[in-house]
């Protein structure tokens, strides 16, 4: 499955467009994250407990967005963007989207 950021994929021509894919995660820390990531706020420093949350979930929605994409018989995706936002307090809210398409080399 080629991903990319961009709308076009060197080599390759979009022959067909399946539509939006998305992937969406809303994790919140676990116990242990918490306890870290409320000690390292109170002492500063990088919160790797959040970080590893964050990469998780951010990864999870990606593995989502490609299994929609797949789903639709795609096999590229383009223009693929992040976002997240805090849903309720300590719970983050992670979205992929990108438009799946299908791809022939040129």
Not at 46 to 55: D, H, L, R, S, V
Not at 77 to 87: P, Q
């Given at each position: 499955?080629?991903?990319?950021?961009?709308?076009?994929i060197?080599?390759?021509?979009?022959?067909?467009?399946?539509?939006?894919?998305?992937?969406?995660?809303?994790?919140?820390?676990?116990?242990?994250?918490?306890?870290?990531?409320?000690?390292?706020?109170?002492?500063?420093?990088?919160?790797?407990?959040?970080?590893?949350?964050?990469?998780?979930?951010?990864?999870?929605?990606?593995?989502?967005?490609?299994?929609?994409?797949?789903?639709?018989?795609?096999?590229?995706?383009?223009?693929?963007?992040?976002?997240?936002?805090?849903?309720?307090?300590?719970a983050?809210?992670?979205?992929?989207?990108?438009?799946?398409?299908?791809?022939?080399?040129?």
């Amino acid at each position: 499955m080629h991903v990319t950021t961009t709308f076009t994929i060197d080599g390759h021509r979009i022959v067909e467009h399946k539509g939006l894919v998305r992937g969406i995660i809303v994790r919140a820390p676990t116990i242990s994250q918490g306890f870290v990531g409320g000690l390292k706020q109170i002492v500063g420093g990088k919160i790797g407990a959040y970080t590893q949350m964050c990469e998780q979930a951010r990864q999870q929605a990606y593995d989502q967005m490609i299994q929609h994409a797949l789903d639709l018989g795609a096999n590229a995706i383009v223009g693929v963007r992040y976002d997240a936002s805090e849903v309720v307090e300590r719970a983050t809210e992670v979205l992929c989207y990108g438009t799946a398409v299908l791809i022939v080399p040129e």
